[in-house]
């Protein structure tokens, strides 16, 4: 199992696609954090990283498919998928050996964001004035959406050999559980609105960024990850 997880490892870092990647992203996130208008937090006159926790779901609405998206497509196309499948390796041990690596790729992107951090500890008047309670309870949650995230792409990537065809249904899922389901407990009312809402992932991170790490929310999470990976073990049992 420890091969396979540093196997996948070495294979997004000898890959040029992957620093790209990890590139873009940082670059789209500074560029959010400390350039756009109306987004920057130089604009606000107060030392807050809302701009950093409101849009960085959003961009990993892309980046975890996008490292997920390879882990089982291009095994299936390439043929390893048998070799693999005819291992020692249990179902559970290939899933989570992958699963694992991707939090470690999403691990290394999200790491350098903590100089944003460091940057407002600074510019803060006085030097320290942030809700570090907040910050790191939202930075708790950001971890637990991209492992969410990495969940869903490891089933879709999962699901064809196809990596395109991968990411378009990881990005199709991510959205419709980070943003689509709170708008549509916008359109409804009573029971409904309710369970819509507490079903969306922005709801409970939103929580979260308020500094109260809540077993609810948490518990939340780690139950959509394990269902995620529980479908994803269904369909490696069914390919057998």
Same mark, same amino acid.
């Given at each position: 199992m420890l091969s396979l997880f540093f196997k996948e490892v070495n294979a997004f870092f000898s890959n040029l696609s992957a620093y790209l990647?990890?590139?873009?992203? =940082? #670059? %789209? =996130?500074?560029?959010?954090v400390w350039v756009f208008p109306g987004s920057s937090v130089l604009d $606000?006159? $107060? %030392?807050?990283?809302? *701009?950093?926790?409101s849009y960085t779901p959003f961009v990993f609405i892309f980046l975890l498919p996008a490292i997920t998206m390879r882990m089982v497509a291009e095994e299936k196309k390439s043929g390893t998928w048998e070799l693999l499948?005819?291992? *020692? =390796?249990?179902? $559970?041990?290939? +899933?989570? %050996?992958? $699963? &694992?690596a991707? =939090? #470690?790729?999403? &691990?290394?992107a999200l790491l350098p964001t903590l100089i944003y951090y460091l940057s407002i500890v600074q510019l803060g008047d006085p030097v320290g004035n942030i809700d570090s309670a907040g910050f790191f309870g939202a930075y708790i949650g950001l971890l637990l959406v991209a492992a969410l995230f990495a969940a869903i792409g490891l089933f879709s990537? /999962?699901?064809?050999?196809?990596? +395109? #065809?991968? &990411? #378009?249904i990881a990005v199709f899922i991510c959205f419709l559980l980070y943003g689509g389901l709170g708008a549509l407990a916008a359109l409804t009312t009573g029971q409904w609105a309710v369970t819509l809402e507490g079903l969306g992932i922005s &709801?409970?991170?939103?929580?979260?960024?308020?500094? @109260?790490?809540? /077993?609810?929310? @948490?518990?939340?999470?780690l139950k959509m990850i394990l269902t995620w990976l529980i479908f994803t073990w269904i369909l490696f049992e069914q390919d057998e």
């Amino acid at each position: 199992m420890l091969s396979l997880f540093f196997k996948e490892v070495n294979a997004f870092f000898s890959n040029l696609s992957a620093y790209l990647i990890t590139s873009i992203f =940082l #670059v %789209a =996130l500074g560029l959010i954090v400390w350039v756009f208008p109306g987004s920057s937090v130089l604009d $606000y006159g $107060y %030392a807050d990283l809302d *701009p950093l926790f409101s849009y960085t779901p959003f961009v990993f609405i892309f980046l975890l498919p996008a490292i997920t998206m390879r882990m089982v497509a291009e095994e299936k196309k390439s043929g390893t998928w048998e070799l693999l499948k005819t291992s *020692p =390796l249990r179902s $559970y041990q290939i +899933i989570l %050996a992958k $699963y &694992f690596a991707s =939090l #470690v790729l999403v &691990f290394f992107a999200l790491l350098p964001t903590l100089i944003y951090y460091l940057s407002i500890v600074q510019l803060g008047d006085p030097v320290g004035n942030i809700d570090s309670a907040g910050f790191f309870g939202a930075y708790i949650g950001l971890l637990l959406v991209a492992a969410l995230f990495a969940a869903i792409g490891l089933f879709s990537s /999962s699901l064809t050999s196809n990596q +395109i #065809v991968a &990411f #378009v249904i990881a990005v199709f899922i991510c959205f419709l559980l980070y943003g689509g389901l709170g708008a549509l407990a916008a359109l409804t009312t009573g029971q409904w609105a309710v369970t819509l809402e507490g079903l969306g992932i922005s &709801f409970h991170f939103e929580q979260m960024g308020r500094g @109260v790490i809540d /077993s609810e929310n @948490v518990f939340y999470f780690l139950k959509m990850i394990l269902t995620w990976l529980i479908f994803t073990w269904i369909l490696f049992e069914q390919d057998e």
